[in-house]
């Protein structure tokens, strides 16, 4: 086997996450398909709700096939977002927005997280924490490069063009991926001690039901933040720019957080990372109901986005407690604890303001959820 080849593998599988980051673009077709139909925004958002629900069900499945049969047989699933992306550019009606979008799309980008993490993983085994930063990292990439990219390609060109450019872009980095990507061979790694046991005692445990409660809490605070941190600071009278500009350094910081968090876990362990990460993310909350300039803002989204690194953890935790026999079954039910936050978080800080008319009330339960997961992870024993 090549020298080349476990850095190309990594590199590909970077890029697919990168196409990944395509799960944050959907708001910047609202308008224009608004504009053509005339249906509403709620209407509109159906097609991504049954999208996300779809999505965190694929963690499940992927990560079974992945233990079955391979990356290259779960990361073909992944054309079928390319090909979902396309069939959006068609539609003319509201069904064909939740099937091609809602589902075909939905069913591609799901099938992508597990096997380019696993497979990091496995090529990389004494540096798992770094090997899979690096990895997810492209998924923050993607959240910076594509939502502004897709924006030009509508003003330029049409909705239409932008969905099937985008739909293009992704088949060809699956395309490269798929014929790359793969296992390594016994021979190709030192190996390691390997755990065993079946996923489904793993499933079973205590360890995995601390685990999965914390990301969970960590998902949802961390969501929390980020959806409503710019109405947040317009309230302070923060210019809208400037404030949007918050969520673009949470972003970049967090790519940082993702490389440099992952490196640290290779030199002190998961649980001592995860549980720092946790406590600083719980301060950085705390620290925003306390904020009252905009470089005050500004310094707590880095020190956040950092933090929010955290999430790039998902795959060395299960490398670390369940072994690597198991680990897409496992990855991919974990996976899931992500969903289920982000999808709690914000809708919970949005009715609390409606109740309340501010933030101080779903900050400090976002800070407090932090703090619960950092003492969660400090319960599990080794």
Same mark, same amino acid.
């Given at each position: ?14 890029? $697919? ?13 609202? *308008? ?21 629900a ?9 990560? %079974?096939?992945? =233990?079955l049969?391979?990356?290259?047989? %779960? ?14 550019? #068609?539609? +003319? ?6 099937l091609f979008?809602?589902? !075909? ?11 380019? %993490? *696993? ?45 099937s *450019? ?5 088949m060809?980095?699956?395309?490269s991926? !798929?014929?790359i ?18 996923? @489904?005692?793993?499933? @079973? ?6 685990i ?21 600071a317009?309230?302070? =009278? ?17 790519? $940082? ?8 876990? =290779? ?5 001592? #990372? ?10 950085? %909350?705390?620290?925003?109901? @306390?904020a009252? +300039? ?8 880095v020190?956040?986005g950092? +933090? ?6 998902y795959?060395p935790?299960v ?9 897409? *079954? ?16 914000p ?8 109740? #309340?008319?501010?933030?101080? #009330?779903?900050?400090?339960i ?17």
């Amino acid at each position: 086997m090549s020298g080349y080849r476990p850095w190309l593998i990594l590199t590909l599988a970077f890029a $697919a996450m990168t196409m990944l980051g395509s799960i944050y673009i959907y708001g910047v077709f609202f *308008s224009p398909i608004e504009a053509e139909y005339g249906w509403s925004r709620g209407a509109l958002s159906i097609a991504y709700s049954v999208f996300m629900a779809l999505y965190a069900a694929m963690q499940l499945i992927s990560g %079974t096939l992945y =233990d079955l049969r391979g990356p290259k047989v %779960t990361l073909s699933l992944g054309m079928l977002a390319g090909i979902g992306y396309i069939l959006c550019s #068609t539609i +003319s009606s509201l069904w064909q927005l939740y099937l091609f979008y809602g589902v !075909v799309a939905a069913v591609g980008t799901g099938s992508l997280y597990v096997p380019c %993490t *696993s497979t990091a993983m496995k090529w990389f085994p004494h540096r798992k924490g770094l090997a899979t930063g690096f990895v997810v990292a492209g998924l923050g990439v993607g959240m910076i490069v594509l939502p502004p990219l897709s924006k030009y390609l509508i003003a330029v060109y049409g909705w239409r063009l932008a969905f099937s *450019s985008l739909g293009v872009m992704f088949m060809a980095v699956m395309a490269s991926t !798929v014929s790359i990507v793969e296992d390594p061979s016994p021979g190709d790694v030192r190996p390691m001690p390997m755990r065993k046991g079946s996923a @489904k005692e793993a499933l @079973k445990s205590r360890i995995f039901w601390l685990i999965y409660t914390a990301f969970s809490l960590g998902s949802l605070a961390g969501a929390m933040v980020i959806i409503h941190v710019v109405p947040y600071a317009e309230d302070l =009278d923060i210019p809208a720019l400037a404030a949007a500009f918050i969520v673009s350094l949470i972003g970049i910081s967090n790519i $940082a957080g993702r490389i440099g968090i992952g490196a640290i876990v =290779d030199r002190v362990g998961v649980k001592a #990372t995860l549980f720092s990460c946790f406590l600083a993310q719980a301060a950085c %909350t705390w620290m925003l109901l @306390k904020a009252s +300039s905009l470089w005050q803002l500004y310094a707590i989204a880095v020190a956040f986005g950092f +933090s929010y690194g955290w999430i790039a953890l998902y795959a060395p935790t299960v490398g670390e407690f369940f072994g690597m026999e198991r680990v897409g *079954s496992i990855l991919g039910a974990l996976g899931t604890s992500f969903g289920l936050g982000a999808v709690i978080g914000p809708a919970l800080a949005g009715v609390i303001f409606d109740v #309340t008319r501010s933030y101080f #009330t779903a900050f400090t339960i976002g800070a407090l959820m932090s703090l619960l997961a950092a003492l969660l992870i400090a319960l599990i024993k080794g």
